[in-house]
């Protein structure tokens, strides 16, 4: 299984930016994609954002179109999460996962750390 290990988190205002890093470790081209994920205090957990390995295609939640981008580097097998305009309902752990790309919401490892992302209104 492949190691995944989020960082980036923090407190910001609302209205700030943060980047999220995902930094895959023993993963081979046969993964289809990557996404991430969030899970608020007492909630499950919420699909954001995944990208495909190939061709970089991307796919976004509604609540973060607009707000948020991912992105990947194939060579230090990393993914990104971009976020901007941040709002209090985005506070959460954040987390990447593998996915399919057809199935993308659908995390195929079991969960990392996270990293946690606190925004104050």
């Known amino acids: 299984q492949a190691q995944l290990v989020e960082s980036g988190g923090g407190l910001v205002q609302a209205g700030e930016s943060l980047r999220l890093s995902c930094v895959v470790s023993?993963?081979?081209?046969?993964?289809?994609?990557m996404a991430w994920f969030r899970q608020a205090p007492g909630k499950g957990h919420e699909f954001v954002a995944a990208?495909?390995?190939?061709?970089?295609?991307?796919k976004y939640a509604d609540s973060v179109k607009g707000r948020f981008a991912i992105s990947r580097d194939n060579v230090k097998k990393t993914v990104y999460l971009q976020m901007n305009n941040l709002k209090s309902e985005d506070t959460a752990r954040y987390y990447c996962?593998?996915?399919?790309?057809?199935?993308?919401?659908?995390?195929?490892?079991?969960w990392g750390q996270g990293t946690l992302v606190t925004v104050s209104s």
């Open positions: 990208i495909n390995w190939a061709e970089g295609l991307t």
């Open positions: 023993r993963a081979t081209f046969s993964q289809d994609a």
């Open positions: 996962n593998r996915v399919l790309w057809g199935y993308a919401s659908r995390p195929l490892n079991t």
